[in-house]
């Protein structure tokens, strides 16, 4: 079965930063996936951050926090990181990873219609 756990959250100071991780279990090695990062704020709809190509290393990102993001797994690509840095009160969300064999015409990495693996999310918060 496949499974995706993020960790990492917590609530910290506005400037500073945080990395979270997206831990999977049973993705197959005959197929190439793409992990993304969403996050959804109260009474907003779910929106992408960024995602990585997991076998390549290839990554993507929101324009509004490309600055400020780090996308990158581990050596085994079995573990994708997100770190955020100069945190800000909006970033204030639930984050989930997704995982999803690429597909065409679903909107590229950064849609969500490309993933069909979520996590269960893992909450930050940012106090100014």
């Known amino acids: 079965q496949v499974q995706l756990v993020e960790s990492g959250g917590g609530s910290v100071q506005a400037g500073g930063s945080l990395k979270l991780s997206c831990t999977t279990s049973?993705?197959?090695?005959?197929?190439?996936?793409?992990v993304g990062w969403f996050r959804q704020a109260p009474g907003k709809e779910r929106g992408p951050v960024g995602a990585i190509h997991l076998d390549a290393g290839w990554t993507y990102a929101l324009d509004s926090v490309k600055g400020r993001l780090t996308i990158s797994r581990d050596s085994a690509k079995s573990t994708v990181y997100l770190q955020l840095s100069g945190l800000k009160p909006e970033d204030t969300a639930m984050y989930y990873c997704?995982?999803?064999?690429?597909?065409?015409?679903?909107?590229?990495?950064?849609?969500?219609?490309?993933?069909?693996?979520w996590g269960q999310g893992t909450q930050i918060t940012v106090s100014s």
């Open positions: 997704a995982a999803g064999t690429i597909m065409p015409y679903r909107g590229g990495p950064l849609a969500a219609a490309q993933y069909h693996i």
């Open positions: 049973g993705l197959s090695n005959r197929d190439d996936y793409l």
